[in-house]
């Protein structure tokens, strides 16, 4: 479509030229007027024409009108009640703030607490996790192991004469997609390229990246000053650990690290049984270039990541059963390739039909959609996305992506990755303390094995003190290796030889080495167990919650427009808001007594005591999305308030608090309550605002 | 005591030394034996009395006999089960560790959880704080307001040789300890210096610490090498924010700055209104110079801190009288100078005497005290200690720590601070925003005001171009120097007057300038709020609490000492175990039966199929505090067994979560779980150890 609008503005163009340049030659060549009119009539028709395929290709290009729009104003809606609010603020306000910080505010706060507490319930006490808590705070030899000093970079180029940064990827992303939707007159080959550009941004090298840039002109964003080649910058913080100055250390990117390098413990501390999962909650640090895109790319954040360390050669899981039969949107790798959208798939089919990996990889797919769904995200804007090849690290069996969507777009909010033993290993290498399992076997199993046995006599002879080389190197041959030399040895009667640690071939002759396959008992198994993590970022999915909870509604009056959000109590910030109806000391202590009870209860509430009408009391505490309120309009009964609905009850002052607790904690529904107490008449105090 | 001991000894020793000086004289005389025998004699009954001396003040010095051996063993045998257990562990163990950094395990993490869930609920929740979140990685501009880049400091002495750094105090304070408690033959002055080097040791300059090192000759612990001079090393871990490394930034050192920043929103989204309480859990870090004493002393730890602001000039609490009566262990500083030790004194009392400033930090400390002891640290070993005045900044109002003894001593694990108006100034002036509070008066108020009014062209004609300045350097005058120019001039005429800007005396006539009291009529007050901080070290807490949990009991067969942490159920990590007593597939299905109803109650628990016997069982989850156990010994009804007393109940399968789920929450008590059921014999399981 884009394309085929694209080629007929591209023909158009040129038949405004042509035409153009038929007008101008009329002209010169002092044409009857009728006839440079009718040429000038027939130049405005291909204008017209022109600029009805430009509006065409302009409502293409912006992804179907107004709608990128719409996304920036419902954001900015969102934004400024969160912020007014204090959902959350840029952190350090006072002092101008810090790019890709910010602060929690009170109900912020609550709500991600909610979060963490419905994690802990749902994952670490529903799965018997061992939870664990390291510092943030860690010293380089485990970064270093784990690859993190190395190439946990993005690509920066700096603004020549200011020495401003950037991310290289983002200036050339940002430049493709201006031109694509905001430069109708490139052709379609042109944008074909720079679609292709986007498509392999994160495969492009340092010097690729550089090239395009160069290529294309990209200047400095704020001065249009010309911009360096692009080089690595390293996302940790860095610190120094202890006074010396010798000792250096970072933030921890992720709070992964402090599970694997403790996988020897918690092992046993299992009882040394497989599989289990450890789990950790906490902060983790990543010094973004130029962070934007408000909570959704900042420089520290809360992680809560599992681990769950499973035998590589047995991957079912014994509670897959309980999510098989959920069906969500899924974006398997041929479908995207293919340029399909995600469908629904059942997730039992999605494992039987191979399209996940494995069972246990399956069984967290489900547990997470779970999760996020019971949280309040819209379960038709939340998919699982699986990597492409060209993402997926070479060690990955498999990685899935929950994606939600929001104002910005597809949103990476929880990574299912199966990361085999690599992570494991990488510290064994660099520790040298072993992080295995084992499965001992009921009984003995024979096992046939390699022998190969070097002869040191005839290779002292033919080597004298190059022996130890070389019978190390031999020892060190793979299997296929080794059969090799055996065929060769056997027929040719010797074989060129390569000592690394020599550096040069050996010949080596039959009499020197003897290899071959021997049947041996073994008792157990050793083996690096896979591991199958399920990383959430807290804040993104917060973020993303608050955009699926919002909407607005008309005042009574209708004379203003009141914002909304539909937490569920699992996640709203506060439970309950208690209102005397009018100001009275009677219905203040009647408040109080039931303040009380609910503190008692565990429930998190607030009085408001103000004079400010009830509508307006309400509107207040919808716009916090506090589910229920409890208004205080006699010394007996009072009414309970449900926020989506306004439907409202009756309920003796004594039973206030448990009703309460009861539809918030999941025990009862608002239905069932509904169902059981009278109702309020609607000619109530809502209408006063 | 100790003192007059000292002395003894020092005598002893003259006359030991004297009549030795006998002895060799008569020797030397050759004078008879046997009065060279009876010298003798005399002299080994003085060696013998002086060695009673020394036994005696050996004795003293180390507190009470072996108490501090008993101490290191308690100590030793506490933290071998806590990391056997997983409890806690040195962070990155299998890279040898970093000093200062920890781990907790499984459930060391749970009582943390656990820990500050209880906090939430008795502070934030049930004082309806303002709880707010914000990031560890801090600008500099922050810290340099807080006055931390400048004075966060520790003093460190440098190994000359190896480079290797200490702390200069706790140097000296090792060195006088050591000398104090090891060295008897010191004489009673000394020991007197010592223990005032001791109690100043707080006080000391770099200057003064560098000399008292210098003049014991105190060298390197490790090397005897000799030790440079001492300099302030900054406890903040530093780092730099965003790739320029031109905005350097700190690791927090204390959550309080993310809260005194954020004033401002705070005070309005409480509605203007005073007095209100913002709290914050979060990670702080600590360079420190050569961490030791475990979990007490680390680089990284958990902070829980509330920041109550408060009118200056009224200071009451509204909940005072719910403490009022408590009565516990204080320490008000007069008690301290006179070498007294801690009483039990009612709260109200110390409020109405004013050894505590006022009734909200007494409050407050009520509120402490019944925050540790619902945790389970023991009141006897729990104090309050007021500040002596050289401990105070010199803005504190009064300032008090709870302290908990454990085998390090009485450590400070919460601070209770009213730091009047000193943070909320400091970061006014720094950023230019001022963060104050108003009073509206219901009616205006009449306010006498001191005018200052320059005679514009009186002065023009004398100071031309100079007049602007003489016009500021006169109105930015206070009310003493206006007042007393007032008076000069009116018997005078006419003062010299300095300007500043000008750096010079101006004559100042009295046409020049008019001053005068007015009255004016004020609608509100605009004042900056006190504030009044109690913060809690949770790391501190969690290991006191461990300490005071801890106890051991033999086993039945009497042949091992068992260890138990008597955890009260809302502090144990896993509240309740569940046994089958032999392996049997209809018992495992009852427990897995029970197991799911305690994971839809919320509780956590644990299931141990495992054949071991069941004392061994018990055994295991006493160490790591368990509460309650389960044992399925029918399929009909099961044991319930309580952890301290052994007891055992017989309770329905139907009914053993919910008994569980009683006792834990708190809403029954064992006693009253123990009148209810059947009991279980004596000749239970538990002899089966």
Known sequence: ?????????????????SQGNAVRALKAAKAAKADVDAAIEALNGLKLEKASIEKQLQATVS??????????????????????????????????????????????????????????????????????????????????????????????????????????????????????????????????ELKHVLAVLDDLSSEELGAKIKEYGITAPDTKNPLSDPYPFNLMFQTSIGPSGLSPGYMRPETAQGIFVNFKDLYYYNGKKLPFAAAQIGQAFRNEISPRQGLLRVREFTLAEIEHFVDPENKSHPKFSEVANLEFLMFPREEQMSGHSAKKIPLGEAVSRGIVNNETLGYFIGRVYLFLTRLGIDKDRLRFRQHLANEMAHYAADCWDAEIESSYGWIECVGIADR???????????????????????????????????????????????????????????????LEMKATLESKGETEFLVCTLGKNV???KSMVTISKEIKKEHQRVFTPSVIEPSFG????????????????????????????????????????????????????????????????????????????????????????????????????????????????????????????????????????????????????????
Chains 1, 2 share one sequence.
């Open 1 to 17: 479509m884009e394309e085929t609008l694209r080629k007929a503005l591209a023909e158009k163009q040129s038949a405004v030229d």
């Open 63 to 192: 992804g179907g009108g107004d709608g990128s729009l719409n996304r920036e104003a419902f954001r900015q809606t969102v934004n400024n009640t969160l912020e007014r609010r204090l959902f959350y603020v840029p952190s350090f306000k006072i002092y101008r703030g810090v790019a890709g910080l910010f602060d929690y505010g009170p109900p912020g706060c609550a709500v991600k607490s909610n979060v963490l507490g419905f994690w802990r319930q749902h994952f670490v006490l529903e799965e018997n996790m061992l939870e664990v808590d390291c510092p943030c705070v860690t010293p380089e030899v485990v970064l270093k192991a784990s690859g993190h000093v190395d190439k946990f970079t993005d690509l920066m180029v700096k603004d020549e004469k200011t020495g401003t940064c950037y991310r290289a990827d983002h200036l050339l992303k940002d430049f493709c997609n201006e031109k694509l939707q905001k430069d109708l007159s490139i052709t379609a080959e042109k944008a074909a």
């Open 420 to 482: 085999s033993a690599y992570d494991l290993r990488a510290h064994s290498d660099k520790s040298g303390v072993a992080l295995v399992a084992e499965e001992k076997f009921s009984e003995p199993r024979e096992v046939e094995k390699l022998v190969i046995n070097p002869v040191k006599k005839e290779l002292g002879l033919a080597f004298k003190g190059n022996q130890r080389m070389v019978v190390e190197a031999l020892e060190a041959m793979n299997e296929k290796e080794a």
């Open 507 to 509: 010949t080596i002759t």
């Open 538 to 689: 807290i804040g993104r999915i917060i973020y993303c919650l608050f955009e699926h909870s919002f909407y607005m509604r008309p005042s009574k009056a209708g004379d203003e427009q009141l914002n909304v959000f539909r937490f569920p109590p699992l996640v709203a910030p506060i439970k309950c808001t208690v209102f005397p109806l009018v100001q009275n000391q009677q219905y203040e202590e009647v408040a109080k007594v039931i303040s009380q009870s609910l503190t008692t209860a565990g429930i998190s509430h607030k009085i408001d005591i103000t004079g400010t009408s009830i509508g307006k009391r309400y509107a207040r505490t919808d716009e916090l999305g506090v589910p229920f309120a409890i208004t205080v309009d006699s010394t007996s009964s009072v009414t309970i308030r449900e926020r989506d609905s306004k439907d409202q009850i009756r309920v003796d002052v004594e039973q206030a608090a448990l009703v309460i607790k009861e539809v918030t904690d999941g025990r009862r529904t608002w239905a069932d309550v509904w169902s059981t107490y009278p109702h309020q008449s609607s000619a109530s105090a809502d209408d006063e605002l």
